[in-house]
């Protein structure tokens, strides 16, 4: 079966701490879902204005690009479990005071932005930890749970969302959301047992570990050709997105209302969901690792196809089948977190996250600018021929930097004291 099989699915729920990060990153992600409805709801019904609401929803966003770059290094100086409860613990006294009613707008956009600003460093954290605490053996298949939770709490907390709102009013969901962060704050200090500063280990072995900031990762990023091919293959994602943002347009175009618009949102996250279960539990590691590159160009053949084919029978599978394919981003995202350094993971995923999320707002933006000027079909295939013309290259230069690991180079790596490897 692998070591992506069900066994070791079972062997790394069997491992105490990571069982506590996943249950503390499932609580915030259900948590951070409702709290978005909410939020979009009360934007609305205080201002009745679309602009504002969509401004407030993009500070739910929009903060990771600073965030990753300057805060992720934190991981890398401070304990990580401890950077994990605090920035939980100033999350949920940020968004209780979020939930307090008749607060001003600009005050509660300030504390959404300052509370999503601590989202980096902590979802750094967690990232650079799991490799910690994890068999090498086992690491794959913890990062393929952590995935699969993410998307199936994400589906779950938008469909449930709204009904919450209803039922608790905006303050009611936005307390819960604030009693989620300090809750999973909880659960990462009863559950993990403290590790060194990634900086000291660092500074102890090589004398790296204190030294440079954010330019200092991004000269690692740049120069590890293995770290590019895999941020480059990650990237392609900003093509893959792009049926996402034209669901609305797309289901107008074919006469479909709000229910099809739901339901075209969906199929990719649902895609992904079965292809990430299936990618991991068929395929051993090295074999997903050789798919990276030939995944990563197929995901944005679909595109292609559904801008010839319409209909919303045909958009619901060729889109699902993008999630679907687009499964070899979670090894990739394992892979990319394995090979940095221990002492400079927190500096590299927070470039790289903010990277993805950056290329993935490019893609919707200019997703929906072709289409209002060739319209959507046209859109849908130049994403397609984009993404593949972008993702060819991308997967020889993958391929390369594989066949070009000296023999032996996995050995070595994994006996270095500063932990490494196990994402």
């Known amino acids: 079966m692998g070591s992506g099989g069900a066994g070791t699915f079972r062997r790394a729920f069997a491992v105490t701490e990571f069982r506590a990060l996943w249950g503390a990153m499932a609580v915030v992600r259900a948590g951070t879902q409702l709290g978005r409805v909410a939020l979009a709801v009360l934007a609305y019904e205080r201002t009745g204005s679309a602009a504002v609401t969509a401004l407030v929803y993009a500070l739910t966003l929009v903060p990771a690009l600073i965030g990753g770059p300057l805060l992720g290094g934190l991981a890398d100086r401070h304990s990580r479990r401890g950077l994990i409860v605090v920035c939980g613990l100033a999350r949920a006294a940020l968004i209780a005071l979020v939930a307090v009613p008749g607060i001003p707008l600009p005050v509660l956009c300030?504390?959404?932005?300052a509370s999503q600003l601590l989202e980096s460093p902590a979802a750094a954290a967690q990232m650079a930890l799991t490799p910690d605490i994890l068999p090498k053996d086992v690491y794959q298949s913890g990062i393929a749970i952590q995935h699969l939770t993410s998307q199936i709490v994400s589906l779950a907390g938008f469909a449930a969302g709204g009904v919450l709102v209803a039922a608790v009013g905006t303050t009611g969901s936005l307390t819960i959301n604030a009693v989620a962060f300090a809750l999973a704050?909880?659960?990462v200090l009863r559950g993990v047992r403290p590790h060194p500063a990634a900086g000291d280990a660092g500074a102890a072995g090589d004398g790296q570990g204190r030294r440079g900031g954010p330019l200092e990762g991004l000269?690692?990023?740049?120069?590890?050709h293995r770290l590019r091919g895999l941020l480059a293959l990650a990237m392609l994602a900003g093509f893959q997105v792009v049926p996402e943002a034209l669901a609305a347009p797309y289901a107008a175009g074919l006469g479909q209302g709000t229910v099809m618009v739901g339901l075209l949102m969906a199929a990719m996250p649902v895609g992904n969901v079965l292809g990430v279960f299936l990618f991991t539990r068929f395929c051993p590691t090295e074999t997903?690792?050789?798919?990276?590159?030939?995944l990563a160009c197929a995901a944005s053949v679909p595109l292609l196809v559904s801008a010839v084919v319409p209909g919303p029978v045909a958009a619901l599978l060729l889109w699902a089948l993008v999630g679907a394919l687009g499964a070899y981003q979670v090894t990739a995202n394992a892979e990319f977190v394995r090979i940095v350094p221990t002492e400079r993971r927190g500096q590299v995923l927070g470039i790289a996250s903010s990277a993805?999320?950056?290329?993935q707002g490019i893609g919707m933006i200019v997703g929906g600018l072709l289409a209002t000027n060739i319209g959507v079909a046209g859109a849908l295939g130049v994403a397609g021929a984009a993404g593949l013309a972008a993702g060819v290259p991308a997967a020889l230069a993958w391929r390369r930097a594989r066949a070009?690991?000296?023999?032996?180079r996995e050995t070595l790596i994994a006996s270095r004291p500063?932990?490494?490897?196990?994402?």
């Open 418 to 423: 500063s932990g490494s490897l196990p994402g």
């Open 404 to 408: 070009g690991q000296a023999p032996g």
């Open 288 to 294: 997903r690792l050789r798919l990276l590159g030939p």
């Open 110 to 113: 300030a504390l959404i932005f």
């Open 356 to 359: 993805l999320v950056a290329v």
């Open 185 to 187: 704050a909880l659960i």
């Open 219 to 224: 000269r690692l990023l740049v120069s590890d």
